[in-house]
């Protein structure tokens, strides 16, 4: 067997692998037939068979109970040998029927006609009967019947395929084929290495986009231009089978080390500008991936996730073609299961702790309140940085939870110090997606309630500033959250680009300088002139200026001759579990 599907032979194959599998609806309407055939011929025997190298599969009969028989017994081996209509009127009296089990023993045949079914693409694939357990004859009128009737069944099997495995707006094979093929080489135990090629012109946001805005005729234009380009600039040889596996996905199977890999691939590719509509074009930015493997040894479904693995490490590194790499994939199936391993840590409250860091007011010395950090310790990996898992939760549904999960413990440790005589505020780390939840500020008002608390015993540390102030919704709810008294701090100031300007337009309290800038303070010149001007003009602006990171007392003191007011960092302490933070406070004499 060839490595592909490009010849006949293996073609045939593929079509009838999938005839030869159950479907009860297309079964149902091939005994229609049968029925049909029976009745319209006057013949008391029809049925429809499937022939592949070893045996016959009977599809749909009447009146014959064979489901299956070896090829060497079947009569329809004689109709694919010969490839057209073949009449014997008296089986007993043909040498090639003659001593058939069939002819001389159940169901008895003495009159046989079969006439090939043929594909689209014109490969016999079974065969429609007529018999009878009497010699018979029969006149061209019933033969021309049997014809049509013939053509009507195989394209009938011609529908019934094209909607299962082919795409109806690109007319390529599509994803079921795709795995249909590569599990029928599988099977055949190939060795013939082979590279699946993924090949991305059009996100589904986009098409939908497209769709919106022109229709979904557009969608369909773009996705027939664009296979139209991608067949011709591929130069696709005989070989090389190209599939549409999603909107505006195609794959590719070759045959390895063929002159298609994915980096000329995409050069072939590049400055795609695909028609939508009319004359209207748009440019189409092509990403690839690809994987290769041996089909005798291969899993079907584990070689298209590795090409759908290698395709989406192309997208997120923005590269334009990439191979299947199994560390970045392992990495990433590590993430994905440390995500799942999130989830039951939330719901279970198993790992997941909150550990406090002090604040100090820089002119009194005192401690002014506690940041709120989580901490996980994983069941096996140990201890996971929130650096680590929290990009993980981010954007995904897990990160309600997450927040929802540190504001109720934080709630539960302020009560419990306020019953202990601890009267600090403590602030909690939150993301955009937390801003832009509609009811946070009032379920976050009602909680700090119900906690016997107030609002301002709790302040809310803004990370991702830049995203917030894009977010209508989340300026909306910093909004709320401030009306409602809570106190807000901006987090990370300075280490990115941040307009002061536009800070103007969310009601912040409390702005905390970044590590980064803080921590060159003292061998850096230009950080000195920078954080010097950021503490006068943050001031002037009357906000509460707080340093992140401060790690020695040479730090400190040029913090406090800059004017700053608040400091938190190793220096003083490290985040603390709250008994050793009463311990810390104990012995700090507050
Ligand atoms: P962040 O909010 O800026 O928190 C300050 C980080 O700096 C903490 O790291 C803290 O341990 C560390 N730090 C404090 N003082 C010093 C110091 O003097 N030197 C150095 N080198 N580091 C210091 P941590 O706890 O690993 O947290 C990292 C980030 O993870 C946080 O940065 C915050 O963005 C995020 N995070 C932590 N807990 C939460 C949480 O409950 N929710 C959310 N959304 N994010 C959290
Ligand atoms: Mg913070
Ligand atoms: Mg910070």
Redesign the pocket.
């Known amino acids: 067997m060839s490595g592909t599907f490009s010849n006949d032979d293996v073609r045939r194959l593929a079509a009838l692998e999938m005839l030869k599998s159950e479907d009860a609806i297309r079964d149902d309407i091939l005994q229609k037939f049968t029925l049909l055939a029976s009745d319209l011929l006057a013949f008391p025997g029809c049925f429809v068979s499937v022939l592949d190298n070893e045996n016959q599969y009977i599809k749909a009969a009447c009146c014959l109970d064979v489901p299956q028989s070896s090829l060497h017994d079947a009569f329809c081996r004689q109709v694919a040998l010969r490839d057209s209509l073949l009449i014997c009127s008296d089986t007993l009296l043909d040498p090639r029927f003659s001593q058939s089990p069939f002819t001389l023993g159940a169901p008895f045949i003495r009159f046989y006609a079969g006439i090939p079914l043929y594909t689209r693409e014109g490969i016999s694939v079974g065969t429609l009967c007529i018999t009878d357990t009497r010699p018979h004859t029969i006149d061209e009128h019933q033969s021309t019947m049997l014809e049509l009737l013939a053509g009507l069944v195989s394209g009938y099997l011609d529908a019934w395929y094209t909607a299962g495995y082919k795409d109806v707006v690109t007319q390529l094979p599509n994803r079921q084929r795709l795995l249909k093929d590569i599990g029928l080489l599988q099977r055949a135990s190939s060795f013939d290495p082979l590279t699946l090629t993924l090949i991305d012109c059009i996100d589904m946001p986009r098409a939908y986009e497209i769709a919106r805005s022109m229709g979904m005729d557009a969608v369909e234009t773009l996705l027939k231009a664009l296979t139209a380009t991608v067949r011709s600039r591929l130069h696709l040889s005989e070989e090389d089978v190209l599939y549409t596996v999603a909107t505006g996905r195609f794959a590719l199977l070759s045959r390895k080390n063929s002159a298609v890999n994915a980096r000329a691939l995409s050069d072939r590719l590049e400055h795609i500008r695909a028609q939508v509509l009319g004359d209207i074009t748009i440019d189409v930015k092509i990403y690839v991936g690809e994987v290769s493997f041996v089909p005798a040894t291969s899993q079907v479904t584990e070689v298209l996730r590795q090409a759908v693995s290698a395709l989406h490490e192309a997208i997120s590194q923005k590269q334009t073609a990439m191979a299947y790499n199994a560390d970045s994939d392992n990495r990433r199936n590590l993430n994905f299961q440390l995500l799942n391993d999130l989830a039951l840590a939330l719901r279970g409250s198993q790992g997941l702790y909150?550990?406090y860091?002090p604040q100090l007011c820089l002119h009194t010395g005192k401690p002014v309140g506690l940041?709120?950090?989580?901490?996980w310790q994983h069941p096996v990996a140990g201890n996971i940085?929130?650096?680590e898992f929290?990009p993980l939760a981010e954007h995904t549904s897990l990160?309600d939870e997450?927040?929802d999960w540190?504001i109720d413990h934080a709630l539960m440790q302020l009560r419990v110090w306020r019953k202990k005589g601890l009267n600090l505020p403590v602030s909690?780390?939150?993301?955009v997606s937390?801003f832009s939840r509609p009811e946070f500020a009032c379920d976050l008002a009602e909680k700090t309630r119900r906690a016997g608390l107030q609002p301002g015993d709790l302040t809310l540390?803004c990370?991702e500033t830049q995203q917030v102030l894009e977010s209508t919704d989340a300026c909306r709810g910093l909004d709320m959250l401030k009306q409602r008294g809570f106190r807000i701090a901006l987090?990370?100031f300075g280490s990115g680009y941040n307009n002061i300007n536009t800070l103007r337009r969310i009601p912040i309290d409390v702005i905390?300088l970044?590590?980064s800038l803080i921590?060159q303070l003292n061998c850096d010149p230009a950080c000195e002139v920078i954080a010097r001007h950021m503490i006068t003009m943050l001031k002037e602006l009357n906000y509460v200026v707080l340093a992140?990171?401060?790690?020695d007392l040479q730090t400190l003191a040029s913090l406090q001759h800059l004017g700053c007011d608040e400091i938190?960092?190793?220096?003083y302490s490290?985040?603390l579990p709250p008994d050793k933070l009463e311990h810390w406070f104990s012995h700090m004499a507050v």
């Open positions: 909150l550990v860091q940041e709120a950090l989580l901490r940085s929130p650096a929290i990160m997450l927040t540190v909690v780390n939150l993301s937390d540390e990370l987090d990370d905390k970044d590590r921590q992140e990171g401060v790690e938190q960092g190793f220096y490290h985040p």
